[in-house]
């Protein structure tokens, strides 16, 4: 079965610093999307930002950019100039394209800001 | 503006009264699904629905039901509920096998 580690439940940054949280799966697919989930305080589950296997680039999006290590099985974010809104979970999360029982998630990293 | 909806937000019962939580899109996605949040746990997928009278079981279905009658609806029932099934659940949708769009989530608390 897939299975989703982020290994660091808890980090910390400082403001205007930027962190890394690492996600790592394992799957036997050659094909699949991965996804970066943020849950703020109001449990809200918010899509940061989303990687489609076979592409070779690694996904974008203004602030988080992601690094995305197929032959690893690494999928880590990255969350530059890091602001007091991005405090929340951020849950890493494997989608296969085929076959049933098709979403796993990580069990999530708590990061902090601190100003 | 597009979005899923469930309801309640937040529930107290006692163990053995059936209940229902409804969920509700308006994306037109074809694909539908429950999950349940537990601390350490991360989200377990409980069941889901590829299309209307379709619906699969997921990681953790023992003890819950679904339907999926129309496109838009997709209820989660528990038919005698237990402690264990204390949770927070989400709903959530999406076309195929991409991005899944969430509910803002209920809290279920079982005496």
């Known amino acids: 079965a897939q299975t989703v580690t982020q290994s660091q439940p808890e980090m910390s940054v400082q403001e205007a610093e930027t962190v890394t949280l690492s996600c790592t799966y394992d799957?036997?697919?050659?094909?699949?999307?991965l996804f970066w989930y943020k849950q703020p305080p109001s449990r809200q589950m918010i899509l940061v930002i989303r990687?489609?296997?076979?592409?070779?680039q690694n996904a974008t999006e203004n602030r988080f950019s992601v690094n995305f290590q197929k032959a690893a099985k690494s999928f880590s974010l990255k969350i530059s100039d890091s602001q007091l809104g991005d405090a929340a979970m951020y849950f890493c999360?494997?989608?296969?394209?085929?076959?049933?029982?098709?979403?796993?998630f990580g069990a999530g990293t708590r990061l902090t800001v601190k100003p | 503006e597009a979005q899923v909806t469930q309801n309640p937000r937040y529930l107290i019962t006692v163990t053995g009264k059936k209940l229902t939580v409804t969920c509700s899109q308006n994306?037109?996605?074809?694909?539908m699904s429950w999950y349940r949040q537990d601390p350490g746990l991360g989200l377990r997928q409980i069941y889901y629905?590829?299309?209307?009278?379709?619906?699969d079981k997921g990681d953790v279905p023992e003890g819950y039901k679904v339907s999926r009658k129309e496109k838009r609806n997709f209820p989660l029932i528990l038919e005698s509920p237990s402690p264990n099934q204390t949770s927070l659940y989400f709903c959530?949708?999406?076309?195929?096998?991409?991005?899944?769009?969430f509910g803002p989530g209920t809290r279920l608390t079982v005496l």
């Open positions: 994306m037109n996605h074809e694909y």
């Open positions: 999360a494997y989608r296969r394209l085929v076959r049933n029982n098709d979403m796993r």
């Open positions: 990687q489609e296997a076979y592409k070779q």
């Open positions: 799957t036997s697919e050659s094909d699949y999307y």
């Open positions: 959530a949708s999406s076309f195929g096998r991409d991005t899944q769009y």
């Open positions: 629905s590829m299309n209307v009278e379709v619906t």
